[in-house]
T-cell receptor
Framework: DSGVTQTPKHLITATGQRVTLRCSPRSGDLSVYWYQQSLDQGLQFLIQYYNGEERAKGNILERFSAQQFPDLHSELNLSSLELGDSALYFC?????????????FGPGTRLTVL | SQQGEEDPQALSIQEGENATMNCSYKTSINNLQWYRQNSGRGLVHLILIRSNEREKHSGRLRVTLDTSKKSSSLLITASRAADTASYFCATARTGANSKLTFGKGITLSVRP
């Protein structure tokens, strides 16, 4: 158990809908990352937050947004969902969010868009 | 695009044998990390090796890093059926941006 929690574990929804994925980082970690894992794209970095502020952006679609709250939990919002958004979404956390940090991953949320 | 490229893509060995997995990358890095993923589940951090390190050990794991060749290898000694999983190398580039860039992964099957 990495100490990173994600809810829900599974999510099934329809095209065009909007969902929110939630992540709680390990105790003491200030930085949160979101990754998407799909069969065709593999593991892709989406976005990073550090202490409530966006720090880095990767291959995140405009339909997706995220935020980190004062209690350091983070939410990833996916809207206007398409079939291709079906994937495993992972949250990771690290202490200070620099390139020397180890990132610890949560169990993931499996999103299925029908 | 993915920076890490693992080799082989799939590996099948007998329990007790050693498993060697390789990873190559393209740009300069701050560190390289190996993760394990059991079928569709979360990623488990195995080991981190910094760019100024050449070799690191953790239990049955041995990781080497050759920055001149931009490559790393992960050796699992005396493999067990429970080692069956996908293994990913991930690189963190030099600089403040700490995102990890993952390879496509190696599927390791350890036959009992």
């Amino acid at each position: 158990d990495s100490g990173v929690t994600q809810t829900p574990k599974h999510l099934i929804t329809a095209t065009g809908q909007r969902v929110t994925l939630r992540c709680s980082p390990r105790s003491g970690d200030l930085s949160v990352y979101w990754y998407q894992q799909s069969l065709d794209q593999g593991l892709q970095f989406l976005i990073q937050y550090y202490n409530g502020e966006e720090r880095a952006k990767g291959n995140i679609l405009e339909r997706f947004s995220a935020q980190q709250f004062p209690d350091l939990h983070s939410e990833l919002n996916l809207s206007s969902l398409e079939l291709g958004d079906s994937a495993l979404y992972f949250c990771a956390s690290s202490v200070v969010g620099t390139s020397t940090d180890t990132q610890y991953f949560g169990p993931g949320t499996r999103l299925t868009v029908l | 695009s993915q920076q890490g490229e693992e080799d082989p893509q799939a590996l099948s060995i007998q329990e007790g044998e050693n498993a060697t997995m390789n990873c190559s990358y393209k740009t300069s890095i701050n560190n390289l990390q190996w993760y394990r993923q059991n079928s569709g589940r979360g990623l488990v951090h195995l080991i981190l090796i910094r760019s100024n390190e050449r070799e690191k050990h953790s239990g049955r794991l041995r990781v080497t890093l050759d920055t001149s060749k931009k490559s790393s290898s992960l050796l699992i000694t005396a493999s067990r059926a429970a080692d069956t999983a996908s293994y990913f190398c991930a690189t963190a580039r030099t600089g403040a941006n700490s995102k990890l860039t993952f390879g496509k992964g190696i599927t390791l099957s350890v036959r009992p």
